[in-house]
């Protein structure tokens, strides 16, 4: 079918962007084609809405506020945030041959943080490193904790229909703050350690003097 062609609006939109040369023109390029997408029929009817709504009833800075939001959106489409996939397992005694991380408690989504290599997800295909678990066996775990996830994922009897969104970038950022977690508790293990240590070292001193 062919691509709908762009609104007014988007070309509104890409004018400013492009106005306002922030942005680089292969950026622009991608976010014109996801525009032209049925992909973001959604973004630009939220955006229209948008539009309309401030336009009747708003003040400067809430429309431009609510144009930035909605500039956002369809950014966010074009850096590769896709739809979400069904993923059918079939569930066996070697395990899924992936692993999860994040959860509530994390203040985090739920990501397949690695596919094993030569497990049976990486033989069966469809699942990504990065993708989002959206629900399990028709349970969302949006929101959930990492116990939930991993509950339902063992419940799970014969196979297991996952629904998942591939968004990589969300769990580099995710990663990334974990990493400055660890690192701070190891710097923070090791002050404590040479703390003891000069502690140590004092009291034997204050014994050979006594």
């Known amino acids: ?72 959106a369809a950014f966010a489409a074009s850096e590769g945030h896709s739809h979400p996939r069904v993923v059918e397992l079939p569930k066996t005694e070697e395990g899924l041959g992936f692993n999860v991380m994040g959860g509530k408690e994390q203040n985090s989504p739920i990501y397949i943080s690695r596919i094993i290599p030569g497990g049976l997800a990486e033989r069966h295909g469809g699942l990504k490193r990065g993708d989002q678990l959206l629900s399990v066996n028709g349970v969302s775990v949006e929101g959930e904790h990492h116990e939930k996830a991993v509950e339902l994922l063992k419940a ?15 769990l580099e950022e995710m990663e990334a703050r974990f990493e400055k977690l660890r690192t701070a508790r190891r710097r923070q293990q090791q002050q404590l350690l040479m703390q003891a240590q000069q502690q140590q070292n004092l009291t034997t001193q204050q014994n050979h003097m006594s």
């Open 1 to 72: 079918s062919a691509s709908p062609s762009l609104s007014p609006l988007s070309i509104e939109l890409l004018e400013k962007l492009q106005e306002s040369g922030d942005v680089p023109g292969h950026k622009l390029q991608s976010l014109k084609l996801v525009l032209q997408s049925e992909f973001c029929t959604a973004i630009r009817e939220v955006y229209q809405y948008m539009h309309e709504t401030i336009t009747v009833n708003g003040c400067p800075e809430y429309q431009a506020r609510a144009t930035a939001k909605a500039t956002v």
């Open 156 to 170: 799970a009897k014969d196979s297991v229909k996952l629904v998942v969104r591939y968004t990589p970038k969300v």
